[in-house]
């Protein structure tokens, strides 16, 4: 009989560890800090006849400041730099592309109800501009254009405050390659879209609470 309830005290602690565990992760931060590092690809469409980028490029760097209104609803502004270089030219030609967008932010975790308690998934999307600048003596053909970003990050708890993610993301630029006569003359020119994926870190600066 000891034994029998010995088991039954075991089973209980584990029920009550894992509802506890799965109050305390799938509570939403009111503001969370973002920062992430990855890799990027930017599509060939966007450059002059006969250039394209190397397919990965490093780095891609995220900084990100988030507000959930509830807990399934939010809003975040965020900064992206991408660096990325071309491929069959000599010197060889990096460019810097940064970008700032406004993005709305959606949860669908408690929708899905299979996720374990330390996962949540985070979709996102927005508008924003661009900018484009190639290095050296090409600076003269950056652009700059409006964006559209959307993405889906999938979090890990690793506590109450922080957790890491893995963030990939398409941003859609809303403008067209120009006609270079001659060609060469728009080396480094960049009017395209570019797909990422980062690693990185989320902390909450406002505690573990409920936003509605």
Known sequence: MKLQLRHNLILLSFIFFGLYAQAQF???????????????????????????????????????MQHMFKRTIGVKLDYGFNRFKLEEISPEVKMNYSRINVQFVFDPTEYLGFLPPRLRTILHGGPGFSFVKPLGNLGENKQSYLNVLG????????SEKVSVYVDTAYIYGFTSLND?????????AFNGNVFNVTLGLAVSLSGCQYCD
Do not use: R
């Open 151 to 158: 993405g889906l990050e999938v979090h890990y708890a690793v």
């Open 26 to 64: 799938k509570a939403t931060s009111k503001w969370k800090a973002l920062i992430a590092l990855g890799f990027n690809y930017p599509t060939t469409d966007g450059f002059v006849e006969g250039t394209y980028a190397q397919a990965i490029n490093f780095p891609t760097v995220n900084l990100g």
């Open 180 to 188: 270079y006569d001659p060609v060469l003359s728009g080396l480094g």
